[in-house]
């Protein structure tokens, strides 16, 4: 079954630097990727996704991500922070296949951005 | 833009007795999942349903829990006999097939 690693348990980040969270996976197949955003009491909110083709994908709120193969990797970037990115992160991982049912998230990454 | 909703939004109840949360996925979605987040932990997977069947199940997903779209538009989850360590933030989602969408959760209090 597939698994995600979030290294980085807590994030501090000035307000106007730039950002990157670390996801590693492990599946033996093609992963679906993902990065949802969690805001405290809120739900989880689509980031951006992976599936196939380019490997550097766009998504909302200035957020991309880079899948990187050879390193089972899906890093999280943004070029400069805003006060409102502060919340919870989470990368999580699907099966491939058209249902992408059993997907797995990651333990969370939390980022804090200082004024 | 549609959305998945959930209802209620913060349940309390004593252990031992059931409750239902309730779900109203997004109208053209068929694939629909319940998941779990205990306080400050991961968001755990639990159930996923498709066809009026479940698709999958974790290992939390014993007994103690069923699912059921009982109309067009409901998908529910019910704990029969709620512990202490069911309290946690209940998520559910719906998709066509690809990304999943959450709805805003109900937190799950057992007292």
């Known amino acids: 079954a597939q698994s995600v690693t979030q290294p980085d348990i807590h994030i501090t980040v000035s307000e106007g630097a730039s950002l990157e969270l670390r996801c590693n996976y492990s599946y033996g197949a093609t992963p679906y990727l993902f990065w949802y955003v969690q805001s405290p009491g809120q739900g989880l909110q689509l980031l951006l996704k992976?599936?196939?083709?380019?490997?550097l994908v766009q998504g909302i709120k200035g957020f991309e991500a880079e899948f990187k193969r050879s390193q089972s990797s899906f890093n999280l970037r943004k070029p400069s922070v805003h006060w409102s990115d502060a919340a919870e992160y989470f990368c999580?991982?699907?099966?491939?296949?058209?249902?992408?049912?059993?997907?797995?998230f990651g333990a969370g990454t939390r980022l804090t951005v200082k004024p | 833009e549609p959305e998945v909703t959930q209802t209620p939004s913060h349940q309390v109840t004593q252990m031992g007795q059931e409750v239902i949360l309730r779900c109203v996925p997004i109208?053209?979605?068929?694939?629909f999942y319940w998941y779990r987040q205990i306080l400050g932990q991961k968001v755990e997977f639990l159930v996923s349903f498709y066809n009026n069947e479940i698709s999958e199940k974790s290992e939390i997903f014993d007994d103690q829990f069923s699912v059921e779209r009982p109309d067009g538009s409901n998908f529910t989850l019910k704990i029969r006999s709620t512990k202490l360590e069911d309290s946690a933030m209940y998520f559910c989602?719906?998709?066509?097939?690809?990304?999943?969408?959450f709805g805003p959760g109900t937190r799950l209090t057992v007292t």
């Open positions: 109208s053209n979605h068929l694939y």
């Open positions: 999580a991982v699907g099966a491939e296949g058209y249902n992408n049912n059993d997907m797995r």
């Open positions: 992976y599936f196939s083709g380019d490997t």
């Open positions: 989602a719906s998709s066509t097939g690809y990304e999943q969408y």
